[in-house]
């Protein structure tokens, strides 16, 4: 799409118009480290520094489902594999682990 998706060390999300850059969604996510897009674009999957995968809705901004038990350490990435409608997280304990 056209929009851009930032994370910040005090765990905001934001998605920011592609051309503008003005911010268009604001998340609070707690710890925050990574974020991505599903492949619809109507899902985004953060990674938090306690271990867990948060997926948001991306229009109202609420949190659709939140992950844990996988990734012991604090995620460093979250990534989305578009075929197979699967994603995967890394974290600082070179674990990875496929949801």
Known sequence: ???ILVTGKNGLVLTLDGYEGTVQRSFSGK???SACWTTD???I???ADDG???CWNADTGSV???LEGGNSG???WVGVNPKYS???SCDTNTAMWIW
């Open 1 to 3: 799409g056209n929009q």
């Open 31 to 33: 710890g925050t480290t």
């Open 41 to 43: 674009d109507k899902t």
């Open 45 to 47: 999957l953060t990674g």
């Open 52 to 54: 867990t995968i948060s």
């Open 64 to 66: 659709i489902r939140k």
């Open 74 to 76: 604090s995620i460093s």
């Open 86 to 88: 699967m994603f995967a």
